[in-house]
């Protein structure tokens, strides 16, 4: 039977950061996903890399952390081409909307954020097909802000991860169950058999709740449906992430355009499986040709439902499984952002035994009565 130093389950951008992480800090590690990497909630997520709407203080500094890890991580891996920064732009309604962006913008400046107000002028000439409604003179630029294509990375880090670090990666072969003793995992049990690791960490993203249950671990991760579309290449180049009333937008890494808003969500989520998606993404391609010249004229080739795995409080939940001395779990919404960071902390914890204090909110004991 084949020994590991840690086990990771669940290779989406969460657990192939953390395989990339452990690895590269020594640890013989097996990386394992029920089907293929990154086709999970990374492979539908808008991936955009921000602390923009990031609450209390100590989440928008765990994201801030994490937009640098992912910075570090692109210096590491050398030319990845998953990383875009270049920042974001943003602008609301007038009135209610302007005046909670303004607030916003002064509130993350104060915390050191790149957050900044430029003339619509400068905007427009950072993304000549924007068009702004009259009532925008400052548009909010975001300068540290980027996207990132997910499965790109998550390929890179796990062929990294193997090639470099001698990382095995096992695809389509769901763990199925786990075969503990007191406080310990002592095997993972797949459809090939059993497989034995020191650690074990759970890294199955909205599938977390029903997957630790049988273990009587009480995290709490719920599940948040969001509609992306995804369009033909656009007439006009779009270098950035865009938030506009009723829309955002960003380059898709195949090309096209990916869309999406949070009020189309609602409509998707209270459809069900009756959801009619080609219709609520002819939605989100109207509202993108009202703001960029370069959607309109253009397809929409792809429409898909992410799902958010969503901690029951909003935030991260990264460290020991209540109970288990050797089972760690990470389970977070902007994972996309947090992934980099969390997996690098997680690694130092589980192979050098150090822990990090910007962690101590968010370790899964909070949840446990
Ligand atoms: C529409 C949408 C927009 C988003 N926008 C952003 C954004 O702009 N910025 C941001 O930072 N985040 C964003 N997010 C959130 C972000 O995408 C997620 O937090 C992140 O992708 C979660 O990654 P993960 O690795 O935890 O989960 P996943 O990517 O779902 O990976 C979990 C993996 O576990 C595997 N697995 C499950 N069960 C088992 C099992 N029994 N055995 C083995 N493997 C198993 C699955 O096959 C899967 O590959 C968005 C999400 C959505 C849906």
Redesign the pocket.
């Known amino acids: 039977m084949s020994h590991y130093d840690v086990a990771v ?7 192939a950061n953390a395989v990339y992480a452990t690895a590269r800090a020594g640890a013989r590690v097996l990386a ?4 293929l ?14 602390s923009v709407r990031k609450e209390p203080e100590a989440y928008h500094r765990l994201n801030v952390a994490g937009m640098s890890a992912h910075r570090d991580l692109a210096r590491d891996l050398g030319d990845d081409g998953a990383h875009h920064f270049g920042g974001s732009l943003e602008w609301a309604d007038a009135g209610d909307g302007e005046r909670e962006l303004r607030a916003r913008v002064e509130r993350l400046a104060g915390w050191g954020y790149a957050a900044e107000f430029i003339s619509r002028e400068r905007a427009a000439a950072m993304e000549p097909g924007l068009e702004f409604p009259g009532h925008v003179r400052e548009v909010a630029f975001f300068g540290a802000d980027g996207w990132l294509d ?1 499965p790109g990375l998550i390929r890179r880090l796990l062929s990294a991860a193997a090639s470099k670090h001698g990382a095995e990666v096992r695809e389509r ?4 169950s786990f075969r503990a003793c007191g406080d310990r995992i002592e095997g993972l049990v797949t459809d090939g058999g059993e497989t034995v690791a020191e650690s074990v960490l759970v ?5 977390t709740q029903a ?1 630790l249950e049988p273990l009587r671990a009480m995290v709490p991760v719920g599940r948040a ?4 579309a995804v369009t033909s290449p656009p007439g006009a180049k779009l270098d950035r992430v865009v938030h506009a009333p009723g829309i955002h937008l960003r380059p898709d890494a195949g090309g096209g355009l990916l869309l ?1 808003t949070e009020d189309v ?1 609602k409509l998707a989520v209270s459809a069900g499986a009756s959801a009619n998606l080609p219709e609520l993404a002819a939605i989100l391609l109207e509202r993108a040709g009202r703001v960029f010249s370069g959607a309109r004229g253009v397809k929409v080739v792809d429409s898909r439902i ?4 969503m901690p029951a409080d909003g935030h991260t939940i990264a460290g020991r499984i209540p109970g288990y001395a050797n089972a760690w779990v ?10 980099a960071l969390l997996g690098r902390l997680i690694a130092d914890e589980i192979v050098r035994g150090a822990s990090s204090p910007m962690l101590a909110p968010f370790r899964p004991d909070r949840f446990v009565a």
Not at 37 to 50: I, K, Q, R, V
Not at 173 to 176: C, D, E, G, L, N
Not at 203 to 207: D, L, S
Not at 330 to 339: I, K, P, W
């Open positions: 389950i669940g290779l989406g951008i969460v657990g394992i996903d029920a089907g990497p990154g086709a999970g909630t990374s492979g539908t997520s808008f991936a955009w890399l921000n997910a072969a769901p763990v199925r890294c199955v993203g909205p599938a997957f449906p969001g509609l992306l999406g969500d992410g799902v958010r795995p990470l389970a977070t919404h902007s994972g996309v952002t947090l992934g």
